[in-house]
Every structure is written in C-alpha cells, then in structure tokens.
C-alpha cells in the first residue's frame, strides 16, 4: 500500500508537470530512481516503485503528499478520480505539441524556400563574374595579339634597313626595340594582364612610325638578296593569287584571295593576314567575268585582272561593287600563246611597284618576247613601252621593283632571277639571284611595295620572301 501511494504521487506529479509517466526518469537526488504502470483486467492501475527508505519518515514532504493522496484515495477512490484527468492532460499536450509543430514547419518553409532563392541568386553572381573574367582575359588576349602581328608586320623592314651603313647606330636602336618588345609580348601571352598595355601600345605606335618616316627617306633600290619563305598559309587548289593593297593606309591590311587559274569569278576578302589565316572571311565579291591566270593585282582600291579568252585589261573597285574601266592591251598575246613556263593562261601580268601599274605580256611584233608597259590606273592606257629580247615562255615568273622587271628563270626547284631590265634605262642583265622554291611550283610571284616583299603562291601554299635591296638614303641636301 505503501509503494502504491509513492507511485500514485509520482503518476499525479509527472501528469501535472506535462510529462509522458511511461518515459520520466526521477532525478536520482531526490531518491526516485525507476517506476512502471499497467491495467489490471478490471480496468485498475498497478503500479510499482522503487523509493529509498530514509525518505519515507513522517515529516518528509514527498510522504506527506503521498499519505494526502491515500486518504484521498480512500475517500473517493484513486482510480476513478484519475481516470477523467489523464486524458484531458494528454490530449492538452498533444495539442500543444501538434501547434509547436505546425508552425515550427511553416517557418521551416519559409526559410528553405528563401535558401533556395538565395542559392539561385548566387549562382547566377558566380555565373556573372566567370563571364566577366572571361571576357576580360579574351580581350586582354586579343589587344596583345593585335600588338603581336603589328610587330611581325614591321620584322620584315629591319633586312632593309641593314644596308645603310651611315645610320648603322640608328638601326641598331631599332633591332634592340624591336628584341625588346618582342620579348616582353611573348611574356604577355603567358601571363596576360603583367604589363600595362597602353604604354606598349603606344611603344609600338612610336617604333612603327619611326621605321615608317626612315622608309621614306629611301630611294628605289636594287633588288640584291631573296630569303625566306615564310608560309602563311596552306589553302586551295595548286594554281592561285592572294595579295594586298601597296597603297592602302597602315591601318588597312585587307586580304584578296583568288584560287584557280581560269573558270573562277569569286574574291574572297579578309580584314587582315590574321583573319586571313584563320579563314574569317570578311566579304565575297562575285566578279562580271571570269579570269584568265593568276597574274592579277589590288592596287589603290581596285583589282586589275585578265578577262578570260581575251587580252582585254579589268578595273573593278571593291568599294562599288563594279567595273570601272576595261581596255584591250593592243597586240598582247593571251590564251596560253605566250604564257609562262607553267601555263595557266598567264599570258598577261598586272603588276605594281613605287613608280605604278604595269602590264607584262608578249607580242608578235617583238616574237614572243617580253613587253614592258606602263599604265594610267584609271583609264588602263598604255603611257610607254619597253620591247625586252627575253622570250615569255622561258620565263618562269616576273615581278617589277622600282621600274625594274625581275625574270625567273623557272617555276619549279632550283629557280632564280635570272634577268633584269631597267625601263630608267632601258638596259639589261643577267643576274644570279637565288631563292627557296619550297614547294616546287610557284604560279603567282609579286612584288608589294609597301611590305617590301614578295608575294607567292606555291603549290597551294601561300608564302612570302623578303627582298633585301640596295638603296641610296636622301638626305634634307638632296633635291
């Protein structure tokens, strides 16, 4: 009877403070250490206790609660009294519980639903900064690359320059600037955003305009050395023309590009030999008429072609789209009656160099040997002719370099200038000039004033030469 009190007073107190009486464990100080309950078959409560004895005098307070409780017991009966209360305080606490819940999920909601916002928000700022930097580097990376073909344009004037022994200082200041710049570009493209690109902008601006303002104080020289090739590229069939424009401004370095000899109409352009190399083309340009050849030639602006099956000379302008002018080239032979060693219908070539247009070709009148003209570049008139005693079909290619027309002695291994004529002086010679035909067949050699270099096409590559001429440098005494 005695436990059964100690256990009703636990079962009273657990109810009352809320807490589940089958899983409440007594604080061990206060001597309560394990109870449990059951129903009897009757519906009765049996409960069983665990208590120290020291606990259970009389003027301990948990027995004095306990004893209040047995004689509430006897007076109404312990069972009946609880059975009313315990669902009520259980159902009280479930309540309370599933409410806590409740709100404890819609918060939880709320704020998985504001991570998932804001996770969304940063990755799209992460997205952002990746492009960003991205577009940073490749900008960064294209104004470097831009600096780096402006120094390989200007490389091929420093052979010139080497002739002129009475400016050898100022020369070897340019070699030092250039090994400088070049040096430091190389070192941008591994490591991009090292140096400050204004300053090496404007360094390479001031070498290109001092090497620019030294060019000019030459005077038409002598062809003396060929070397290289370089390959620019390696595109089309075997037999074709590319060129740029001698007298284009310096920032404009448009590419044509005419593959084939014959049945052809289509100019392709690039903006530059880097697009050109890459092969982003710029423009197309469907011509009125086929060509005949690949002697053609851009100059001030407009291609200057062969018509095909004709002897008949081509102005067309690319910037409107149309033919300017078109002249029969009196008594020139055309449609492989006087071509070069290769064939092709290269009968008549259009060439240009410092002094102007020229029209190499043969006639009957001087038996097949080479014709030297001079042409208006607007109306295609013959201004003057040279009569050479060179045979046409011996030549292998031909370019002019001031007022000067170099002859090849072949198109295949082991070329070399062969011979010369002046149209200053109306003399010639032979010469010895050898050069690289690294791929075996050249159809296309000439001469770009401006780049002071030759332009070939061999064998489906694209390639040019360096020339190295002998020049007299004008001095401010010179008239």
């Known amino acids: 009877m005695q436990a059964t009190s100690n256990l009703l007073n636990l079962l009273l107190l657990s109810l009352f403070a809320g807490l589940d009486p089958s899983k409440t464990q007594i604080s061990p100080k206060e001597g309560w250490q394990v109870y449990s309950s059951a129903q009897d078959p009757d519906g009765r409560c049996i409960c069983t206790v665990v208590a120290p004895e020291q606990n259970l005098c009389s003027r301990d307070a948990k027995s004095r609660q306990l004893r209040q409780l047995l004689e509430k017991n006897k007076q109404i009966g312990w069972t009946q009294w609880l059975t009313p209360v315990i669902p009520a ?117 001031s070498l290109e305009t001092r090497l620019r303002d030294c060019m000019k104080k030459l005077t038409c020289g002598k062809l003396m050395k060929i070397t290289g090739p370089v390959t620019v590229k390696t595109s089309g069939t075997r037999f074709g023309a590319w060129m740029t424009d001698p007298l284009a401004s310096e920032k404009n370095n448009r590419v044509w590009y005419m593959d084939s000899y014959t049945n052809n109409k289509i100019v392709r352009e690039y903006k530059s030999i880097a697009d050109f190399v890459s092969g982003a083309e710029s423009r197309t340009y469907n011509l009125p008429f086929k060509w005949a050849g690949t002697n053609h ?68 009148q001087n038996a097949g040997n080479i014709v030297i003209s001079q042409l208006n570049q607007d109306t295609l008139e013959v201004m003057k002719s040279w009569s050479t005693g060179y045979p046409k079909r011996s030549a292998g290619e031909s370019f002019m370099i001031c007022g000067t027309l170099y002859v090849t002695n072949s198109h295949l291994t082991g070329a070399k200038v062969y011979y010369s004529y002046s149209t200053k002086t109306s003399t010639y010679e032979y010469t010895d000039i050898p050069f690289h035909n690294q791929y075996f067949h050249i159809s296309m050699l000439d001469y770009n004033a401006r780049d002071r270099a030759l332009y070939a096409w061999n064998n489906g590559h694209q390639v040019l030469f360096n020339v190295t001429l002998f020049h007299i440098i004008k001095t401010e005494d010179d008239t």
């Open 89 to 205: 305080l259980w159902e009280v606490k479930v309540q309370n519980m599933s409410q806590s819940i409740e709100v404890l999920n819609l918060r939880t909601q709320r704020d998985f639903q504001y991570v998932l916002k804001m996770e969304t928000q940063m990755k799209g700022l992460k997205a952002k900064f990746r492009q960003i930097e991205d577009d940073r580097k490749t900008l960064m990376t294209k104004h470097f690359q831009e600096l780096k073909e402006k120094m390989d344009e200007l490389l091929p004037l420093i052979p010139v320059l080497e002739q002129y022994k009475t400016d050898a200082k100022l020369i070897t200041q340019f070699k030092e600037e250039i090994r400088n710049l070049s040096a430091v570009l190389t070192g941008i493209q591994e490591e991009i955003g090292a140096y400050d690109y204004e300053e090496l902008h404007q360094r390479v601006l």
């Open 297 to 364: 030639v851009v100059y001030n602006g407009s291609l200057y072609f062969n018509k095909y099956q004709s002897n008949i000379i081509i102005k067309y302008s690319f910037d409107m789209g149309r033919v300017l002018a078109q002249r029969s080239l009196e008594y020139a032979g055309f449609h492989n009656v006087y071509p070069y060693t290769w064939g092709g219908f290269s009968d008549i070539d259009l060439m240009a160099d410092e002094i102007g247009l020229w029209a190499v070709y043969a006639t009957n």
